[in-house]
């Protein structure tokens, strides 16, 4: 079992950057996908980002391409969310996932999903 363990989540202002980890033991990452999502208050839990060991190919939500940017660490077992340019609406809990093989944009592609932190935007 992989057990992931989301950090890095604060109070920061519009415009401003922000990077979130996601730690992984027991297993490593290997070749499996990994993702972030992320839930805000009274909505449902939406795709952020993913990226892919296999082909390197990264994927992004409409609304964070060209803000953010998704990466990992096989060797650390660990993978990151680059966050610049924030606005108010990227305030939410954020989760990371891993475990995806054929899909990469619905929560129901990952086997495995961390605590989440929370990320809050100033206006």
């Known amino acids: 079992q992989v057990q992931l363990v989301a950090s890095g989540g604060r109070l920061v202002q519009a415009g401003g950057s922000l990077r979130l980890s996601c730690a992984a033991s027991g297993r490593t990452f290997t070749t499996d996908g990994v993702g972030w999502f992320r839930q805000a208050p009274g909505k449902e839990r939406e795709f952020v980002a993913a990226?892919?060991?296999?082909?390197?190919?990264?994927y992004y939500a409409d609304s964070v391409k060209g803000r953010f940017t998704i990466s990992r660490d096989n060797a650390k077992n660990t993978m990151y969310l680059q966050m610049n340019s924030l606005k108010p609406e990227d305030t939410a809990v954020y989760y990371c996932?891993?475990?995806?093989?054929?899909?990469?944009?619905?929560?129901?592609?990952?086997?495995?999903w961390g605590q989440g932190t929370q990320v809050t935007v100033s206006s």
């Open positions: 996932a891993a475990g995806a093989y054929y899909g990469y944009r619905r929560p129901n592609d990952y086997r495995y």
């Open positions: 990226i892919t060991w296999s082909l390197s190919d990264t």
